[in-house]
């Protein structure tokens, strides 16, 4: 069985008073951990402080990037081994915005794939639309590591672009990765791999997007900015608009 897996990606928005503020709010607003497994990746200086908020609620602090290289001269990165000490468990690779604005390749991603997974830490790894990167951004892994893997695809039409999401499109896409991963690594592999969706995700969408067979998660940016939003969307199977009414819902400040 495939817990549900819901991320914001806050990308580069929020102070640290405001995500501070934003999890305390929202820390008792979230679905147990039989129900699905809730994520926010803020910015990389706001992330000890939000682990130790979150302290032992279904919450997981989450690392937008971090290098493939596991430590030394490289200034300005980020270490996968010390971002998993302070207990972080799972980091974003890929993004489509890693590859278009920082020139991200495979074969970067791929390392810091290697390198995530050799520290105790789970890839979020970013796919576009076609897939056709996938097999060489899973290239070296055992079975073992590639079970623990998550993929999310992300369109490029659709991620930051206000596209509403199609959620045919997004199964059939989904669908297709699962696929390619059977193809490459084996049926029982590719049961086991949570597969998530990512491009304008909002709260009118996510119940239809969720209710696919191959789409396990989805990875939300601008509307998860938002506290209402984002515990609507968490409570996507419940709906609670009561508790949506106790929040101001501001609009999210976009990029
Ligand atoms: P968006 O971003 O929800 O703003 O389209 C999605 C993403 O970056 O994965």
């Not at 979020?124 to 290239?139: A, F, P, R």
């Not at 209710?211 to 509307?223: F, M, T, W």
Request: proline share 3%; net charge positive; glycine share 8%.
């Amino acid at each position: 069985m495939r817990k549900p897996f819901i991320i914001a990606n806050w990308k580069m928005n929020k102070s640290l008073g405001e995500a501070q503020r934003f999890v305390r709010a929202i820390k008792g607003c979230l679905p147990n951990y039989q129900e699905a497994e809730i994520g926010i990746a803020p910015q990389a200086f706001a992330i000890p402080s939000l682990v130790s908020i979150a302290g032992n609620s279904n919450l997981e602090i989450i690392a937008q990037n971090a290098a493939a290289k596991v430590a030394g001269a490289y200034t300005g990165e980020i270490s996968m081994g010390d971002i998993h000490d302070i207990g972080v468990k799972y980091v974003i690779i890929g993004h489509l915005e890693r590859r278009r604005l920082f020139h991200e390749t495979n074969q970067i991603i791929n390392e810091k794939v290697s390198t995530a997974l050799s520290k105790g830490i789970t890839p979020i790894i970013c796919v576009d639309e076609s897939n056709t990167e996938l097999k060489s951004l899973l290239n070296g892994l055992t079975y073992q590591q590639l079970k623990k893997v998550v993929i999310s695809c992300e369109p490029t039409w659709a991620v930051g672009k206000g596209h509403q999401a199609n959620n045919e499109m997004a199964e059939k896409m989904c669908q297709r990765i699962r696929q390619a991963i059977t193809n490459d690594f084996g049926r029982a592999i590719a049961q086991q791999i949570r597969i998530l969706y990512g491009g304008s995700v909002n709260p009118s969408n996510i119940a239809d997007i969720m209710n696919h067979q191959d789409i396990d998660g989805v990875l939300i940016g601008r509307a998860s900015l938002d506290e209402g939003q984002f515990i609507q969307m968490v409570n996507y199977q419940k709906r609670m608009p009561e508790v949506v009414t106790n929040f101001t819902v501001k609009r999210a400040v976009v990029q």
